[in-house]
């Protein structure tokens, strides 16, 4: 694929990744429903839980938020008996939060909610595709992690500048 064809398959279908986006964010706030939180709840214990215990501002880094903003957050959680708070026995400044086993139950509802979608999703591909897919997934999370943000903010600017149009031709996106 020449530069001009790997910017036009670009311009054509990077637009379907956001609506899978919204609608997979969709259906993740349906599997949600029935509980006592919010799926953007859910996805804080489900941080949470991968931490096993969490600062109050690591969960404000992570999340991009202010203390402020997260203490509002974790506030009804812990009075609807999903978080603990503690306080870290080596500095009393540090609040840390954990989850209660009423979240561990929430959770494994919510996995299983969570199996049966992607079972459903993923019984329309092949073995090959969805592996295919799960690597792919995979290769792009890696990607947005190593990804200058600064440099997608500076648009037009930037790829006026560095002449991203070849940058991006020249990389090994597409494999023919």
């Not at 637009?15 to 964010?25: L, V, W, Y």
């Not at 953007?40 to 991968?50: A, D, K, M, S, T």
Request: charged share 30%.
């Amino acid at each position: 694929m020449d530069k001009e064809e790997a910017e036009k398959f670009c311009m054509e279908n990077c637009a379907d990744i956001p609506k899978f986006m919204r609608e997979f964010m969709h259906v993740w706030a349906r599997l949600c429903s029935g509980t006592a939180i919010n799926h953007h709840q859910v996805g804080l214990l489900f941080f949470i839980n991968e931490k096993q215990r969490c600062k109050m501002s690591d969960l404000a880094a992570e999340l991009a938020l202010t203390p402020a903003a997260i203490t509002q957050i974790v506030d009804p959680l812990v009075d609807q008996g999903y978080l603990e708070r503690t306080r870290d026995k080596n500095d009393r400044r540090v609040v840390l939060v954990t989850l209660t086993e009423k979240a561990h139950e929430l959770l494994r509802l919510i996995k299983g909610r969570r199996t049966i979608l992607m079972r459903e999703l993923f019984s329309s591909l092949t073995q090959d595709e969805a592996s295919t897919l799960v690597s792919l997934i995979q290769r792009l999370k890696n990607s947005l992690e190593s990804l200058d943000i600064n440099a997608v903010l500076d648009y037009p600017k930037a790829y006026e500048t560095r002449n991203w149009r070849s940058e991006f031709a020249n990389k090994t996106i597409i494999k023919k």
